[in-house]
């Protein structure tokens, strides 16, 4: 059975960087994509950003040039490297699989990281 473990969120003040790591277990034949979802309190989840197995990569506007998605194929594990943060950033972060295993093609989600930007 596929399970993706989140790690990497905490506190921190506005301007600060953090990363997020999302590694995935079990047995994996293929990855189509992986992705960073983020949900604020009383907000929808949103895309942050997202990787294909081609390399493309896309950012939602509010974090282009602040946030850099990246992976390590042979760990099945996708990076957040979030810099410069502002108040706004502030949600839970949910990492995002779309790959080939056992039972077929399925999205596989991360349990959830809080990410807090504050003074």
């Known amino acids: 059975q596929v399970q993706l473990v989140e790690s990497g969120g905490g506190l921190v003040q506005p301007g600060g960087s953090l990363r997020l790591s999302c590694a995935a277990s079990?047995?994996?034949?293929?990855?189509?994509?992986m992705g960073w979802y983020r949900q604020a309190p009383g907000k929808q989840r949103e895309l942050v950003a997202k990787?294909?197995?081609?390399?493309?990569?896309n950012y939602a506007d509010s974090v282009k040039g602040r946030f850099t998605i990246s992976r390590d194929n042979a760990k099945n594990t996708v990076y957040l490297q979030m810099n410069s943060l502002k108040p706004e950033d502030t949600a839970v972060y949910y990492c995002?699989?779309?790959?080939?295993?056992?039972?077929?093609?399925?999205?596989?989600w991360g349990q959830g990281t809080q990410v807090t930007v504050s003074s």
């Open positions: 995002n699989f779309y790959l080939f295993a056992p039972r077929g093609s399925a999205d596989y």
């Open positions: 079990g047995t994996i034949f293929r990855v189509y994509s």
């Open positions: 990787l294909t197995s081609d390399g493309s990569t």
